[in-house]
Every structure is written in structure tokens, then in C-alpha cells.
């Protein structure tokens, strides 16, 4: 699982900052990519990684400001030109199937795969074997949506080690015992195939919100996620300003992985306002109160391990 940032600035693009995207890349999981937002040449943005628009199965869009959906009716007309047939499903505050619809309509865009557009509300908007998706509303001027992602736990290894030094060779055997059926082997010894598993997989969590002031319903989102991704249009010291134009600072982010004790945070949606030269310094405002804390730049991609206990420089 990995997640790749296609777009990281605030309100307009800017030289070095495209507007609003993230890529979640669920390739091993599930032969699939979720995007999160999609501003403005966000497709453009794709081309130059090595993402495949076909591969895009859901798209979640957390609040409908130009900068986070000026993208999306391109990227599902360019999805169909590019021999996209598969399904996509749009997931969006109310007015999102408006927008989609109004848009291809008037550019005559007709794409030939089935598309789902879902308005969404409070609670679970996403649920099969594999993950859920929560989403409550955040604190902005237009109703903005987090989402909180979490993958199942996954079922143990099979101890193959065991089995062979017990004199069960691999074979058809190792599968159903891996299902956990019980097996009679030949010698009349019986398996049990819950035995042979190791601990359950804890499966990751990844929250991803939208734009918003600091508020309890992001906290109660981020609560214990492997990854926090926390908007930070503002430096440390422009709280007033942030309150005013219904965002967040660095510090006031760093605050909220705190106290919702994440295991990592990334900074993203930053103000064109701060140069290339002044992004240590907000990543340092951040880490001087959550050490585990990164700023996200278009293109920057995070891994997000298994085991909790792996290399942290993976974040």
C-alpha cells in the first residue's frame, strides 16, 4: 500500500505545487488505485508517473471547492479514450452528481464504462472482505468530508517451517490447512489448521482529510492511524488567519496526530504564500510537537508498512 501525493497546494496551482490529489496505489491489495480529490490537472499530473487511469476504481472527493474537483470531468473523459471499460465510482458531498453529470453532458463527453456517483453522508460509505471506509464532516466553509480507510485484518502465515519438520511435504494439503480445515492424514494423525496459522495480520489505517479548521471529528477519524494526512495551509503563528479562511496550521495539525496518537503525519494543501525556502520550516514547526512528521511535495510517495515496528524512514 502506498500513497502517492499528485498534487499538494492550496487554492491555485503554482509553479511548484500543483492543486489537490492524492493517489492511494492498492496494486497488491487489490490490482487497483483510489484517488482522493482530483484539482485541476491532476491528469496531467499522471502522466508523468506510472499510474494507469484504467487501474482508478473509486475516486473520493471531500468537498466540492474548485481546487480539489476542477480535474475530475477530464480525468473520467480521458479514463474512457485511454480503454478504461471497468467500473468507477465517484464519492462525493451533495452536488458532486450535479457537477459530473452538468460537465460531460455539456462537453458531450460520453464514457463507456459503468460510472457510480454516490452523495455522501455521515458513517460507513465503503464496506467488502478487504476494507472499510468511514467519513464524517470536518470544519469548513462548504460541507468537507474526512475519510478514514482502514484495511481489514488479514489472516496468518501458514508455519510451512512446522509442517516440513513434521514430515508433511508441501502440496494441496498446505491450502486446506491454510483455510483451516481439520485434515486425517494417511497415519491416521488429525491437523488442525488454526494450529499451523500465525497471529492475525493487523491490517493498516489511513486517514486522509479534507479541508478544515482543528475539530473533533477529525481526531475521532484519525484515532490510532498508521498515516495521518493533515492539511496545513498556514504556518505556525496564523491561527487567527486559518480560523478566518476555515483552515488549519502546521502546529494545529501536529496537535491533532497527537492527540488522536497516529503513528505518522503528513503535511499537505500549502499555501503558495510559502516558497520552496520556507518548507523545512513548517515541517519543523510540526515535528517540534509530533517528531514523526513529513511535508508531502507533488509526486512524493509514502509506503505504509505492516509491521509497525519496521524502519520508520519508510514515512
Same mark, same amino acid.
Given at each position: 500500500?502506498?500513497?502517492?501525493?499528485?498534487?499538494?497546494?492550496? *487554492?491555485?496551482?503554482?509553479?511548484? /505545487?500543483?492543486?489537490?490529489a492524492?493517489?492511494?496505489k492498492?496494486?497488491?491489495?487489490?490490482?487497483?488505485?483510489?484517488?482522493? &480529490?482530483?484539482?485541476?490537472?491532476?491528469?496531467? %499530473?499522471?502522466?508523468?508517473?506510472?499510474?494507469?487511469? /484504467?487501474?482508478?476504481?473509486?475516486?473520493?472527493?471531500?468537498?466540492?471547492?474548485?481546487?480539489?474537483?476542477?480535474?475530475?470531468p477530464?480525468?473520467?473523459?480521458?479514463?474512457?479514450? %485511454?480503454?478504461?471499460?471497468?467500473?468507477?465510482?465517484?464519492?462525493?458531498?451533495?452536488?458532486?452528481? %450535479?457537477?459530473?453529470?452538468?460537465?460531460?453532458?455539456?462537453?458531450?463527453?460520453?464514457?463507456?464504462?459503468?460510472?457510480?456517483?454516490?452523495?455522501?453522508?455521515?458513517?460507513?460509505?465503503?464496506?467488502?472482505?478487504?476494507?472499510?471506509?468511514?467519513?464524517?464532516?470536518? &470544519?469548513?466553509?462548504?460541507?468537507?468530508?474526512?475519510?478514514?480507510?482502514?484495511?481489514?485484518?488479514?489472516?496468518?502465515?501458514?508455519?510451512a517451517?512446522?509442517?516440513?519438520?513434521?514430515?508433511?511435504?508441501? *502440496?494441496?494439503?498446505?491450502?486446506?490447512?491454510?483455510?483451516?480445515?481439520?485434515?486425517?492424514?494417511? &497415519?491416521?494423525r488429525?491437523?488442525?489448521?488454526?494450529?499451523y496459522?500465525?497471529?492475525?495480520?493487523?491490517?493498516?489505517?489511513?486517514?486522509?482529510?479534507? &479541508?478544515?479548521?482543528?475539530?473533533?471529528?477529525?481526531?475521532?477519524?484519525?484515532?490510532?492511524?498508521?498515516?495521518?494526512?493533515?492539511?496545513?495551509?498556514?504556518?505556525?503563528?496564523?491561527?487567527?488567519?486559518?480560523?478566518?479562511?476555515?483552515?488549519?496550521?502546521?502546529?494545529?495539525?501536529?496537535?491533532?496526530?497527537?492527540?488522536?496518537?497516529?503513528?505518522?503525519?503528513?503535511?499537505?494543501?500549502?499555501?503558495?504564500?510559502? *516558497?520552496?525556502?520556507?518548507?523545512?520550516?513548517?515541517?519543523?514547526?510540526?515535528?517540534?510537537?509530533?517528531?514523526?512528521?513529513?511535508?508531502?511535495?507533488?509526486?512524493?510517495?509514502i509506503?505504509?508498512?505492516?509491521?509497525?515496528?519496521?524502519?520508520?524512514?519508510?514515512?
Amino acid at each position: 500500500m502506498e500513497l502517492m501525493f499528485l498534487g499538494t497546494g492550496a *487554492g491555485v496551482p503554482a509553479k511548484l /505545487r500543483n492543486v489537490t490529489a492524492m493517489a492511494l496505489k492498492l496494486l497488491e491489495e487489490r490490482n487497483a488505485i483510489w484517488l482522493f &480529490d482530483c484539482g485541476e490537472a491532476t491528469q496531467h %499530473q499522471i502522466i508523468h508517473t506510472t499510474i494507469k487511469p /484504467r487501474k482508478i476504481e473509486k475516486i473520493f472527493i471531500t468537498h466540492l471547492h474548485g481546487d480539489h474537483i476542477f480535474g475530475l470531468p477530464g480525468l473520467l473523459g480521458s479514463r474512457s479514450f %485511454q480503454g478504461g471499460t471497468s467500473a468507477l465510482t465517484v464519492y462525493g458531498p451533495k452536488g458532486i452528481r %450535479q457537477y459530473i453529470e452538468v460537465s460531460l453532458q455539456v462537453s458531450q463527453t460520453h464514457v463507456k464504462y459503468p460510472l457510480e456517483i454516490i452523495e455522501i453522508e455521515e458513517g460507513t460509505i465503503f464496506e467488502d472482505e478487504q476494507f472499510l471506509v468511514e467519513t464524517l464532516l470536518l &470544519d469548513h466553509a462548504v460541507p468537507s468530508y474526512g475519510f478514514r480507510i482502514i484495511e481489514k485484518d488479514k489472516q496468518g502465515t501458514l508455519d510451512a517451517p512446522r509442517l516440513l519438520t513434521e514430515g508433511i511435504p508441501p *502440496g494441496p494439503l498446505y491450502k486446506r490447512l491454510k483455510d483451516g480445515e481439520t485434515v486425517t492424514l494417511e &497415519d491416521g494423525r488429525v491437523l488442525h489448521g488454526r494450529d499451523y496459522l500465525g497471529p492475525d495480520q493487523k491490517g493498516k489505517v489511513i486517514c486522509i482529510l479534507g &479541508d478544515t479548521r482543528p475539530c473533533e471529528n477529525a481526531q475521532m477519524l484519525a484515532k490510532n492511524a498508521d498515516l495521518l494526512v493533515h492539511e496545513a495551509t498556514f504556518a505556525s503563528g496564523s491561527e487567527d488567519m486559518a480560523y478566518d479562511y476555515f483552515h488549519s496550521t502546521t502546529t494545529q495539525a501536529a496537535e491533532l496526530a497527537i492527540a488522536a496518537e497516529v503513528r505518522a503525519l503528513c503535511l499537505t494543501h500549502i499555501s503558495s504564500r510559502y *516558497g520552496k525556502d520556507k518548507w523545512n520550516e513548517l515541517v519543523a514547526e510540526a515535528r517540534s510537537l509530533f517528531p514523526s512528521t513529513t511535508i508531502a511535495y507533488d509526486f512524493k510517495e509514502i509506503s505504509i508498512p505492516y509491521n509497525r515496528e519496521e524502519d520508520e524512514k519508510t514515512y
